[in-house]
Nanobody, 123 residues
């Protein structure tokens, strides 16, 4: 069973930095896409950044040049370096991976999710 474990949760002051990690285990196929999402209270979950197995990277406009996604395929680990954090960045952050055969018949979704890690930015 594929499992994702995020770490790096924390509370910081505005302008601070945090680094989130996502370790994937139990997967036998290469990961095609790593994604970091976030969900603030009362809001929909949104894509923050993504990186493909080939290294193509994208970031949401709201975090471009502030957040950096990376992945170490040898460790099955993705990272999200968050700099110059703002109170609006306060949210639960989730890691998601897509890979061959990742359809979940229970949820009807593709990919596997982590349990989420909380980030709080104080003004």
């Amino acid at each position: 069973q594929v499992q994702l474990v995020e770490s790096g949760r924390g509370s910081v002051q505005a302008g601070g930095s945090l680094r989130l990690s996502c370790v994937v285990s139990g997967i036998i196929y290469p990961i095609n896409v790593w994604g970091w999402y976030r969900q603030a209270t009362g809001k929909q979950r949104e894509l923050v950044a993504g990186i493909t197995g080939g290294g193509t990277i994208s970031h949401a406009d709201s975090v471009k040049s502030l957040f950096v996604i990376s992945a170490d395929k040898s460790k099955n680990t993705a990272y999200l370096q968050m700099n110059s954090l703002k109170p609006d960045d306060t949210a639960d952050y989730y890691c998601k991976v897509n890979y061959y055969g990742d359809y979940n018949k229970d949820t009807g979704d593709f990919g596997s999710w982590g349990q989420g890690t909380q980030v709080t930015v104080a003004s």
